[in-house]
């Protein structure tokens, strides 16, 4: 006898529930999105124990008639598509039909509705997909679903959810993304009767992101960055946070394409390309993009939660995305300001956990900084050196071809001992502490530098342009370096020639297994070329990395720009403080080393008189 059934028709919904139905959340962000399909100007979501015992969304929608009421429910129903060739534009969030169904698959739902032409409203209850008649109720139009004990008839899948706060940390999840993508409607969200959000159709979009950031709402409005961009029929907004707020995952970059929040890993990647150089590794940029093209130009229909879009040109979009935000970031100064403590009286006398929080944030703040900033070569700090005794480090004239701009004359600073002018003190609006920072006094108050990472940033920029309109300058050494190497050393330098011969570096063979470098980058002259060479020969056989051309030509330039720079430790003198100061003026983004890490913080006067509560 044949062992093959068919499967009764709940089993179906049940089996479908598993793909749209995952935890409360997923039933928050259907509810919500056929809310918003129906026209409602208003919902409101109330959750009891993160959604186990109940979850109810009202809203202020078309509503249904008996007769769609009764429809509703059964799987493969929809009003919003009629035939296959809607399927090519889809305006709506939902069109596939199966949400209500699988949600009364798994749970006891009961649906109260009303359209505006009717006078009264219909009800009905579904207990794990069995159906109650339709009966009058008392209600307003709209429409209100109210699904209680989810899988309460599956034990294997309710063992699966977890506390009550963290199932309401990811309606709280849902219930942000739906409210980004529709800044237009009133929401509000409700968890045991205690409001978390109530946000308004009047808020600004800024205001918006910082009631729903958990993010110090302090910090965000005021670093976030808008590009907007319409080229073609593809409009792009984005609101894109500086460096100085960016966190450790990706769980802040929200896309959305048409008021729907999706996942796309061409997006995510335009995101990260935008951001390059201006973030540490292992930092992931906050960022609000909102997207808008026609329906027609990409399919909703790969994924049954339709995160995931397909869409037809790819590469337009990636472009388009990655030209605004990173044209946008680069002319944008992203200098980080100094976090220093409120001054409005002692901690004790404020209310709730903020200040503790925020001195928290404050001690670490510092922490950090005077990590990363510690000098990494200490030359007798804080020792006095007669004047004679110091060497001075000056451009060196004659070594700078004439083509070379004031980036370039920093990055060729030769040591000499010769005595350079000082500047007289009265000038001087500077001056370098711990032979590694500058302070700077500035109108608004000052900064304090980060002599290498400036530096660094400078030299990377100015080989970045140089090696795009041709290759490096080069010059003979007069004695070859020649070292010792391995044969897949050899083979490497071998199949990367064009790279060598673009960076201005020239090696030979020196009997079996040695090379000898021949010339090396006039730019580079700070920099050992042995030392370089064979860093470079490690990072070119990096297994971990699969750098294609583009990138692994940035990583050499980073690693070039960081060998020729000032290092921390190094006594400046004026002239030369001065120069670092002119070429940061015309970098393009000064603000951060090529490894994302800020060159400059700023202090504001403003800050300092509160500080010395002198306002
Ligand atoms: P889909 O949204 O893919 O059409 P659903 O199962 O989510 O499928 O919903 C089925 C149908 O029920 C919808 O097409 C819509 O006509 C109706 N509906 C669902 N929710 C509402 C609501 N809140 N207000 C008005 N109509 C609704
Ligand atoms: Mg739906």
Do not use: W
């Not at 990055?411 to 700077?440: L, N």
């Not at 071998?494 to 297994?513: D, M």
């Not at 294609?548 to 720009?561: C, S, W």
């Not at 120069?579 to 403003?606: M, W, Y």
């Amino acid at each position: 006898m044949g062992q093959i059934l068919v499967l009764d028709q709940n089993m179906v919904n049940m089996i479908a529930a598993g793909e749209v139905i995952e935890r409360p959340a997923s039933v928050v962000k259907e509810l919500m999105e056929n809310s918003i399909d129906s026209g409602a100007t208003k919902i409101s979501v109330s959750i009891e124990d993160g959604g186990r015992k109940l979850i109810s969304v009202t809203d202020n929608g078309c509503g249904m008639d008996g007769e769609d009421l009764a429809r509703a429910f059964e799987p493969h129903t929809t009003s919003k598509i009629k035939t296959s060739s809607d399927l090519q534009g889809i305006s709506t969030l939902g069109f596939r039909g199966e949400a209500l169904a699988s949600i009364a698959s798994v749970s006891q739902v009961k649906c109260t509705s009303r359209t505006k032409s009717q006078t009264g409203a219909n009800c009905i209850e579904i207990d794990c997909g069995n159906k109650s008649g339709i009966s009058p109720a008392s209600a307003d139009y709209g429409t209100t679903i109210q699904v209680r004990d989810i899988f309460y008839k599956l034990p294997a899948r309710r063992k699966f959810l977890r506390t009550a706060n963290t199932e309401m940390g990811h309606i709280a999840e849902q219930f942000t993304r739906i409210a980004l993508a529709n800044g237009s409607l009133d929401l509000t969200l409700i968890h045991n009767g205690r409001e978390l959000y109530r946000l308004s159709d009047k808020d600004h979009l800024h205001q918006r992101i910082a009631e729903l950031s958990p993010i110090p709402s302090s910090g965000i409005s005021e670093n976030l960055i808008e590009a907007e961009s319409i080229e073609k029929s593809l409009h792009i907004l984005a609101l894109m946070g500086k460096p100085s707020i960016s966190r450790t995952s990706k769980k802040f970059q929200y896309v959305f394409l048409n008021s729907r929040f999706i996942r796309d890993k061409f997006i995510s990647h335009a995101i990260k390309e935008a951001y390059r150089g201006l973030l540490e590794p292992n930092r992931f940029p906050v960022v609000f993009l909102f997207i808008q093209m026609p329906y027609e130009d990409y399919d909703v229909n790969v994924h049954p939660t339709k995160s995931e879009v397909r869409f037809y040109n790819a590469n337009l979009v990636h472009s388009q995305i990655l030209g605004c935000l990173r044209e946008k970031l680069l002319g944008t100064d992203l200098q980080t300001h100094a976090v220093l403590p409120t001054a409005t009286g002692s901690p004790e006398m404020q209310d709730g956990p903020a200040p503790g929080h925020r001195s928290q944030a404050i001690s670490e703040a510092m922490a950090e900084f005077f990590k990363k900033h510690r000098p990494v070569q200490t030359q007798q700090h804080f020792s006095y050196k007669p004047k004679q005794q110091i060497v001075a480090l000056r451009p060196s004239v004659g070594q700078i071809p004439e083509s070379h701009t004031g980036a370039a004359m920093v990055s060729a600073f030769t040591q000499t001992s010769q005595p350079v002018p000082e500047i007289r003190s009265e000038q001087r609006k500077f001056m370098q502490i711990h032979d590694s920072f500058i302070v700077v006094q500035t109108d608004e108050g000052f900064v304090i530098i980060d002599q290498h990472a400036l530096h660094e940033r400078i030299i990377y920029e100015d080989l970045c342009k140089r090696i795009r309109k041709s290759k490096l300058e080069s010059q003979k050494l007069l004695i070859p370096e020649s070292f010792d190497v391995t044969p897949s050393d050899a083979d490497l330098l071998n199949t990367n020639a064009e790279l060598l011969e673009k960076l201005g570096i020239e090696v030979v063979s020196f009997g079996p297994r040695a090379i000898a470098i021949q010339a090396f980058p006039t730019l580079l002259t700070k920099a050992d070329p042995l030392d370089f060479v064979q860093d470079l020969i490690d990072l070119l056989g990096r297994k971990d990395i699969n750098l294609d051309g583009e990138k692994l030509l940035d990583e050499v330039l980073n690693m070039a720009a960081c060998k020729a720079a000032i290092k921390a430790g190094q006594r400046l003198t004026d002239s030369e403080i001065e120069q670092l100061l002119r070429d940061k003026v015309n970098a393009e983004s000064a603000s951060r080393c090529p490894h994302g890490r800020p060159t400059t913080i700023k202090f504001s006067i403003s800050d300092l008189e509160k500080q010395f509560k002198r306002t």
